[in-house]
């Protein structure tokens, strides 16, 4: 029985079609092979769910590598593929429904007018979230007060609100004490100092 996307989806990811696009199940040996008669590519396992979800991961893999490829990256190959993805992708509204994912650094900065469950994080780009403690990762709970970690968080394409912190690995980044800012002061050669322009 052949299956008909008009909305493809991959985890987070959203693919509205402008055209809608028809697998079909082809019989080999003990497993599925999963086709359509536009992309040259399929997906294959034991059971047709499983080949469907391949074939849609090969979508997904196909486009991200085809997509976000400057022009002159692009094989002959790759550009009928692009030109295929233009055609049945509604680009814009996957970008829309899509969230982005990035890795930012921040660390736990104190907060006492906020509940106890949850924590506010200042990124190093001096923006800051506040999120609840159920919703993040244990490690980040590992973390003090002034300890700066990594993240990959997922954000909202069109408001870059925070969606998700995802993972978090540690940064041996860390502010600097005044003793050490004096000290980096003290090392430049002050306005007095500099030999005249003239």
């Known amino acids: 029985m052949p299956h008909t996307f008009n909305t493809i989806t991959f985890g987070t990811e959203i693919y509205p079609l402008l055209k ?20 040259p590519f399929c997906g294959e396992d034991n059971t047709k769910e499983d080949a ?12 991200s590598d085809v997509y976000y490829q400057q022009h002159w990256e692009r094989t ?18 996957h970008r829309k429904q899509t969230p982005m ?3 930012r650094t921040g660390k736990i900065i104190e907060n006492e ?11 190093i780009d001096e923006t800051r979230d506040i999120i609840n403690c159920e919703d993040c990762s244990l490690e980040l709970l590992q973390y003090s007060v002034g300890d700066y970690f990594i993240a990959v968080v997922l954000c909202d394409y069109e408001t870059d609100n925070l969606l998700k ?6 940064n041996a980044y860390r502010d600097l004490t005044n003793a050490e800012i004096q000290e980096f002061w003290d ?12």
């Open 52 to 63: 469907l979800r391949g074939w849609v991961y090969e979508f997904r893999q196909c486009f």
């Open 101 to 103: 994912y990035y890795t």
């Open 165 to 170: 912190i995802c993972d978090v690995l540690p």
């Open 113 to 123: 007018t906020i509940p106890k469950h949850k924590r506010e994080i200042e990124w």
């Open 20 to 39: 809608p696009i028809t697998v079909e199940f082809i019989r080999n040996g003990d497993s599925f092979c999963c086709v359509d008669r536009i992309f």
């Open 76 to 93: 002959e190959r790759d550009e009928e593929l692009y030109i295929l993805f233009i055609e049945f992708v509604d680009v814009q509204e």
């Open 187 to 198: 090392s430049h050669p002050a306005t007095k100092d500099l030999p005249d322009s003239t």
